[in-house]
Antibody, heavy 116, light 108 residues
Framework: EVQLVESGGGLVQPGGSLRLSCAAS????????MSWVRQAPGKGLEWVAN????????YYVDSVKGRFTISRDNAKNSLYLQMNSLRAEDTAVYYC?????????WGQGTLVTVSS | EIVLTQSPGTLSLSPGERATLSCRAS???????LAWYQQKPGQAPRLLIY???SRATGIPDRFSGSGSGTDFTLTISRLEPEDFAVYYC?????????FGQGTKVEIK
């Protein structure tokens, strides 16, 4: 059974940093592109970043470029999102998702709250 | 950047009725990379339709997708109580994953 489990969310002050993790199981993690998608409270889905199977290609939405870094450790079947210089507008539930010609499996999400 | 616009914002219908949701792209997109997702409160999105018209595993046949170019449609032939939710279209590629703003299907 495919499972994606996010962790690392919490309350952080504006300007602070946080690292999210996504533990994958039930499939060959190293064979898939992976993605982070976020959802602000009461709002729609927003794509954040994608990473290629070997980590050699990474893509970001404009609003997080230069602040967020997506990475992966295929030996640990894990996906990460390093978030720096956090802003109030980054407050959201962050989901990791597997890309298989579509976003076919999603984690349950982890809540990041940026507030003083 | 391709923008996806979904309409209507909210659809108020009764169980058993037909729901027709629209997703319009700001420029032509490949049907191969157009998906629809369902999201219920407090839950992660669930893939319904990929490649514009292919149902994902386990999705009932009352859900169908169609369209090409800039206009795509998700149809729910007969609404069941569990179908009341928010639906998103998405256009995806390796370097992006744009979502529409969503259509809420609510009980009338």
């Amino acid at each position: 059974e495919v499972q994606l489990v996010e962790s690392g969310g919490g309350l952080v002050q504006p300007g602070g940093s946080l690292r999210l993790s996504c533990a994958a199981s039930g499939f060959t993690f190293s064979s898939y592109w992976m993605s982070w998608v976020r959802q602000a409270p009461g709002k729609g889905l927003e794509w954040v970043a994608n990473i290629k199977q070997d980590g050699s290609e990474k893509y970001y939405v404009d609003s997080v470029k230069g602040r967020f870094t997506i990475s992966r450790d295929n030996a640990k079947n894990s996906l990460y999102l390093q978030m720096n210089s956090l802003r109030a507008e980054d407050t959201a539930v962050y989901y990791c998702a597997r890309i298989n010609w579509n976003y076919d499996y999603w984690g349950q999400g982890t809540l990041v709250t940026v507030s003083s | 950047e391709i923008v996806l616009t979904q309409s209507p914002g909210t659809l108020s219908l009764s169980p058993g009725e037909r729901a027709t949701l629209s997703c319009r792209a700001s420029q032509s997109v490949s049907s191969s990379y157009l998906a629809w997702y369902q999201q219920k409160p407090g839950q992660a999105p669930r893939l319904l339709i990929y490649g514009a018209s292919s149902r994902a595993t386990g999705i009932p046949d009352r859900f169908s997708g169609s369209g090409s170019g800039t206009d795509f449609t998700l149809t729910i032939s007969r609404l069941e109580p569990e179908d009341f939710a928010v639906y998103y279209c998405q256009q995806y590629g390796s370097s992006w994953g744009t979502f529409g703003q969503g259509t809420k299907v609510e009980i009338k």
